[in-house]
Every structure is written in structure tokens, then in C-alpha cells.
């Protein structure tokens, strides 16, 4: 994304459900969406960093499916579903299977173009 686009969510928030699961020295509520842990409050997360950290994660998944799918195979790569919550923070955080069970989230699905 462009610079033109970062100064575009500069500011602005998305609504979102969150789970706190503990508080910072501030008494701000820190914690994930669709955790597991704690009280389920709506928290404004910041689209800047959500936007960033999101870009950075996809970025580094297309990379890494890339190498998976240069190796070929008789079963190549042609999808990939990966899950993430996000933070209150506008952090993301891959969901790995063992958590998977009593945690909601996200799903992303990447997929070859026909």
C-alpha cells in the first residue's frame, strides 16, 4: 500500500469485540479478538496499525507459499486457509491448531488464480 493510503486510516478505528484478558499499568484493557480468556468488551482498534500489521503478515505468508509451491510436486500447493485474531492493539496474531479449539477468528484464504 501507498503512503496516500497510511495517511487515509491515520486516525480512524474499526469496532471491534474483544476479549480482555488483562490490564495494562494504565488500567487499559488489553487482549484479542475472539479470545478465550477473558470478559468480552467493543474496543475501537486502530486501522494504522491494523492495516500495517495485516499488509506485513500477508506479505510474509505469500513468500512463504511461494517456496512451498516452487518445490512442485504431484500435489502442489493451490490453497492455503490461516486463521488470525486481532489485537485491541490492531495486531495480528496466527492462529496455530493446537489453539484453534475454543478460539474464534478470522479467516484468510489464499487461493491460485485459475
Known amino acids: 500500500m501507498t503512503e496516500h493510503t497510511s495517511d487515509q486510516t491515520e486516525g480512524q478505528t474499526l469496532p ?20 478465550h480468556g477473558g470478559e468480552a468488551v467493543l474496543r475501537s482498534v486502530p486501522l494504522g496499525p491494523l ?3 495485516l499488509a506485513d503478515t500477508v506479505d510474509a505468508l505469500q513468500k512463504v507459499f ?15 486457509q490461516l486463521s488470525f485474531q486481532v489485537t485491541a492493539s490492531g495486531g495480528v496474531q496466527l492462529i496455530g491448531s493446537g489453539q484453534v479449539q475454543g478460539t ?3 479467516t484468510l484464504t489464499f487461493k491460485r488464480p485459475s
Open 16 to 35: 471491534f469485540w474483544v476479549d480482555v484478558v488483562e490490564e495494562d499499568e494504565d488500567g487499559n484493557a488489553m487482549g484479542g479478538l475472539f479470545g
Open 66 to 80: 511461494q517456496e512451498v509451491a516452487d518445490r512442485g510436486g504431484a500435489l502442489p500447493l493451490a490453497e492455503a
Open 51 to 53: 492495516r500495517k500489521n
Open 104 to 106: 474464534r477468528g478470522l
